[in-house]
């Protein structure tokens, strides 16, 4: 089992900046990715980057690509998931997500994410 702990979210102004932290304990030598999905109100949740967790590997959604920043501190097992620029449109619970070693499944997936946190709130006003 791994679980997973968000921080980081909060209200900020167009053109601001947040950075998310996601905390992973239990099993992490089990992870083979770490991801950050976002769900705003009436819409699906949808990818926005992901990281292999051996940190070789990252990919953003085309929205956030150039403002937004996935990495990781293995020291701490921490991802996070720096955000500039920030527009009103990136308002969302923001999740975080674990893949587990299973074999090759592609990260931007949601269904292929095994571990989940609570989510954290991000409010960006205009």
């Known amino acids: 089992q791994v679980e997973l702990v968000e921080s980081g979210g909060g209200l900020v102004q167009a053109g601001g900046s947040l950075r998310l932290s996601c905390a992973a304990s239990g099993r992490t030598y089990s992870i083979n990715a770490m991801g950050w999905f976002r769900q705003a109100p009436g819409k699906e949740r949808e990818f926005v980057a992901a990281l292999s967790w051996s940190g070789t590997s990252t990919n953003y959604a085309a929205s956030v690509k150039g403002r937004f920043t996935i990495s990781k501190n293995n020291a701490k097992n921490t991802v996070y998931l720096q955000m500039n620029s920030l527009k009103p449109e990136d308002t969302a619970v923001y999740y975080c997500?674990?893949?587990?070693?299973?074999?090759?499944?592609?990260?931007?997936?949601?269904?292929?994410?095994?571990?989940w946190g609570q989510g954290t709130q991000v409010t960006v006003s205009s």
């Open positions: 997500a674990a893949q587990r070693m299973t074999g090759w499944r592609s990260m931007l997936l949601g269904l292929n994410y095994d571990y």
